[in-house]
Nanobody
Framework: QVQLVESGGGLGQAGGSLTLSCAAS????????MGWYRQTPGKQRELVAT???????NQADSVKGRFTITKDIAKNTVYLQMNSLKPEDTAVYYC?????????WGQGTQVTVSS
């Protein structure tokens, strides 16, 4: 089992920055990929950014050049640095950990960007 605890988020302004953190615990050796997805009401959850065990990153086109995903291996934590925020970045952001047998999700953290 893997547990994910998210922090950060909240209210930001357009053009501003916010940082999300996600700490994994439990069977972290089973995790291959960690990252972030986001969801707005009435829409499907969508990829924001992921980082693999080997350090490969993947980002949605909508956030490239603005968001950066990094990881601290020692702390089993991933970070999402969100710069140049836009109102359309408003969503619930979910941390995810893709392990060998299943994918785990955090409880979600609200990010609201005001114009």
């Amino acid at each position: 089992q893997v547990q994910l605890v998210e922090s950060g988020g909240g209210l930001g302004q357009a053009g501003g920055s916010l940082t999300l953190s996600c700490a994994a615990s439990g069977n972290t050796d089973s995790i291959n990929v960690m990252g972030w997805y986001r969801q707005t009401p009435g829409k499907q959850r969508e990829l924001v950014a992921t980082v693999s065990r080997g350090g490969w990153t993947n980002q949605a086109d909508s956030v490239k050049g603005r968001f950066t995903i990094t990881k601290d291996i020692a702390k089993n934590t991933v970070y999402l640095q969100m710069n140049s925020l836009k109102p359309e970045d408003t969503a619930v952001y979910y941390c995810t950990a893709e392990a060998v047998l299943r994918t785990y999700w955090g409880q979600g953290t609200q990010v609201t960007v005001s114009s």
